[in-house]
């Protein structure tokens, strides 16, 4: 599943900037921070269909992968296997 997420979060991501209508706040959607180093290598291309920049893209990233590992762990402690 987070194969997938890799290889389609960017191609949904741009579909849903593509809108224009809700772009400042569909530019902060975690299939975005799919491809920050997409974005690093070839920043002209990808910051027109990302809307941010490596920096914010950076930030956007570290904080999901916070937000995802937090909420992991909250919904798992109490699991017995």
Do not use: C, D
């Not at 809700?22 to 997409?38: I, K, Y």
């Not at 002209?44 to 762990?73: D, K, P």
Request: glycine share 4%; charged share 10%; hydrophobic share 45%.
């Amino acid at each position: 599943m987070s194969l997938l997420m890799v290889y389609t979060g960017q191609f949904v991501s741009a579909n849903l900037l593509n809108a224009e209508k809700w772009v400042q706040l569909l530019r902060w959607n975690p299939f975005n921070m799919t491809s920050l180093t997409r974005q690093y290598y070839n920043y002209i291309m990808y910051h027109a269909t990302s809307h941010l920049s490596n920096g914010q893209l950076l930030l956007g990233t570290l904080s999901y992968t916070l937000i995802f590992i937090v909420t992991g762990y909250l919904i798992f402690r109490k699991k017995r296997f």
